[in-house]
């Protein structure tokens, strides 16, 4: 085992995630949802460089790569996903990926290195059929009635569909071996502005936020929009507005220093300008890496809503749709990171939790996990002008190769 700092190659970093912007290329983004066709292309593509660093790759059941080895030694898993947010960026997941596959590239062929780097590419991470779903798999947290319920939110596709047009269908769904991995490592943009703003480079990862969702609907009475009188309406469009100005209003004060709630979705029923809406649903989120801090916010959401029904004229329900529990990274992952950063970024580097959800969080139930971010310009993300420099591409690969070569030491010593 050697102790000598291993770089990647930057040029070819560069040159593959741009080969991954051809597929579904929009504007300086990508459109790639999951199980598009250029979802398989992408897929396709990184299946047929895993030869480069003695790998072998496998396209499972869920659409997961899984890239494994036989070098001898402790095997570290690293990896993100491929597919887009709809009409987005052109970073968010395939960085981690080609990181990935950068370390095993770098650091498998070498015999001064024990161990290996494995690669892995989640699928839908970002949430078309799911949440999390190629990770969830991968932990044994999927089962099959949960695939045959799951639906693209664009269309009417269900996922058994989607499997079978992409040549999916009938292959098995491959879990994690316990104990073979020493953990995980994923490298993601930042998504936000603290590094650029601070003048760094690389965010170590220390906690990544749990997110719950919530579908809240409004109950009134549907009704013509110019012959109700206003004092005997109930719309449940303005409910729904009155009920989203009260949760700004109420929140603050229960919440805690990062936590962020945001109404992403709002549907009038029956959705037409001269009929008052007679129902009302809006999807509802809240994020925070304190459980205790969610639970509070639920309880008064809860309560909103209860207040909001007894004073009327609308009846408010609220239904929990969706748990992901928040994770804390490894320390050990945390401290290999921020050496990697002294010794190749400068020390330019900044310990910080991640307002987004990734992969990490599901790996973190079985296996030690790390991260570390690369700064985004603007803070810009889930949009076609998502963007990071070159040089800031290339130092978070740097970084990246040298922390998955002091966690191989490490394990081997």
Not at 7 to 21: H, I, P, Q, S, W
Not at 271 to 283: D, R, V
Request: aromatic share 6%.
């Amino acid at each position: 085992m050697s102790d000598t700092l291993r770089r990647a190659d930057g040029a070819r970093v560069l040159a593959d995630l741009n080969a991954l912007r051809s597929f579904g290329t929009y504007k300086t983004g990508v459109h790639r949802p999951t199980f598009s066709e250029a979802h398989r292309q992408s897929l396709d593509w990184l299946a047929a460089r895993h030869p480069d660093a003695q790998l072998t790759a496998e396209i499972d059941g869920i659409g997961n790569v899984l890239g494994t080895s036989t070098k001898p030694g402790p095997k570290l898993l690293a990896g993100s996903h491929l597919e887009s947010q709809n009409y987005a960026g052109w970073l968010d997941g395939p960085l981690g990926v080609v990181y990935a596959l950068e370390a095993a590239r770098v650091l498998n062929p070498d015999p001064s290195i024990a161990g290996a780097v494995e690669v892995a590419s989640w699928c839908d991470e970002e949430g078309h059929f799911g949440a999390f779903l190629g990770s969830r798999s991968y932990v044994g947290d999927v089962s099959e009635a949960d695939i045959d319920a799951a639906r693209d939110r664009s269309s009417p596709r269900t996922m058994r569909e989607a499997l079978a047009e992409m040549g999916l269908a009938g292959r098995p769904r491959l879990q994690a071996e316990r104990g073979r991995h020493i953990g995980y490592l994923e490298a993601h943009i930042e998504q936000g502005d603290t590094l650029e703003q601070s003048d760094l480079k690389v965010g170590v990862v220390t906690s990544i936020v749990g997110i719950w969702q919530y579908r809240i609907i409004f109950t009134g009475e549907q009704n013509h929009a110019g012959t109700t009188r206003m004092a005997v309406r109930k719309d449940a469009g303005l409910a729904l507005a009155k009920f989203c100005l009260a949760i700004d209003a109420r929140f603050p004060a229960a919440c805690g220093p990062r936590t962020v709630w945001t109404t992403g979705r709002i549907t009038l029923d029956p959705g037409a300008p001269s009929i008052i809406p007679g129902q009302a649903e809006m999807l509802f989120q809240i994020r925070d890496d304190d459980p205790a801090v969610i639970d509070r916010l639920e309880e008064l959401l809860r309560e909103l809503a209860s207040q909001a029904s007894a004073a009327g004229p609308c009846q408010v329900a609220v239904e929990r749709i969706r748990t992901g529990a928040p994770a804390m990274m490894d320390g050990a992952f945390q401290d290999a990171i921020e050496a990697a950063s002294s010794a190749l970024a400068g020390g330019r580097s900044l310990r910080m939790p991640s307002g987004a959800g990734h992969d990490a969080q599901v790996l973190a139930t079985i296996m030690p996990a790390g991260m570390l971010f690369v700064p985004s310009i603007g803070g810009i993300s889930h949009h076609w002008t998502e963007n990071t420099s070159d040089a800031d591409i290339v130092t978070g690969a740097d970084v990246f190769v040298d922390t998955c070569r002091r966690l191989l030491a490490g394990a081997a010593r």
